[in-house]
């Protein structure tokens, strides 16, 4: 699901930083407004950053049911004010609000243990493959891959879903 609107700040105030961190400076204020509204922020990516930028809010809410309609809409209106408000970018771009769909980003031990089973595709702390998650201990995930158990700790590494679960988890 995707709600989006076009923003277009009146003045230019925003920092010229990285692409990297004007993007954490992003996710860092759609948190600070979401989290009181019962959303959690599992990412946020500019898309296109030179021309016609894409802002692009991936959320879940808190207790874990399923994002509606209604749920990007209230977000965006959120997020959306207090971008207006505090203008962190300093040219038009389209704001896109997103449930987390197939991909979605596993950052937490409870995305893991919400997904139990089912395939992540990951990279980092030296690896890269797609593999079912075996089991979630703390920080300590371990991916059922063709060469065994391999365990890796939270934070070394960047895991998306590779599969879509038959229902919602």
Same mark, same amino acid.
């Given at each position: 699901?995707?709600?989006?609107? *076009?923003?277009? &700040? #009146?003045?230019?105030?925003?920092?010229? *930083?990285?692409?990297?961190?004007?993007?954490?400076? /992003?996710?860092?204020?759609? *948190?600070?407004? /979401?989290?009181?509204?019962?959303?959690?922020?599992?990412?946020?990516?500019?898309?296109?950053?030179?021309?016609?930028?894409?802002?692009? $809010? =991936?959320?879940?809410?808190? !207790?874990?049911?399923?994002?509606?309609?209604?749920?990007?809409?209230?977000? +965006?209106? %959120?997020?959306? !004010?207090?971008?207006?408000?505090?203008?962190?970018? =300093?040219?038009?771009?389209?704001?896109?609000?997103?449930?987390?769909?197939?991909?979605?980003?596993?950052? =937490? +031990?409870?995305?893991?243990?919400?997904?139990?089973?089912?395939?992540?595709? $990951?990279?980092?702390?030296?690896?890269?493959? @797609?593999? &079912?998650? *075996?089991?979630?201990?703390? #920080?300590?995930? @371990?991916?059922?891959? !063709?060469?065994?158990? $391999?365990?890796?700790?939270?934070?070394?590494?960047? %895991?998306? /879903?590779?599969?879509?679960? &038959?229902?919602?988890?």
């Amino acid at each position: 699901m995707t709600d989006s609107s *076009a923003h277009n &700040p #009146d003045n230019s105030s925003a920092s010229a *930083a990285s692409p990297a961190g004007q993007s954490q400076n /992003l996710q860092s204020i759609a *948190a600070h407004v /979401l989290t009181p509204l019962g959303f959690e922020v599992l990412e946020v990516q500019i898309q296109n950053p030179g021309r016609n930028p894409v802002v692009v $809010v =991936r959320i879940d809410r808190l !207790d874990e049911q399923p994002v509606s309609i209604e749920d990007l809409t209230a977000a +965006s209106r %959120a997020v959306g !004010d207090e971008y207006d408000r505090l203008d962190p970018i =300093r040219s038009e771009y389209r704001l896109e609000l997103e449930s987390p769909g197939a991909k979605r980003p596993l950052l =937490r +031990s409870r995305h893991f243990e919400r997904m139990h089973g089912l395939k992540a595709k $990951v990279r980092g702390g030296g690896h890269t493959f @797609t593999a &079912p998650i *075996a089991a979630v201990q703390g #920080d300590d995930v @371990t991916f059922d891959t !063709d060469n065994g158990p $391999v365990t890796l700790r939270i934070g070394d590494f960047q %895991a998306n /879903l590779a599969e879509f679960p &038959p229902e919602h988890r």
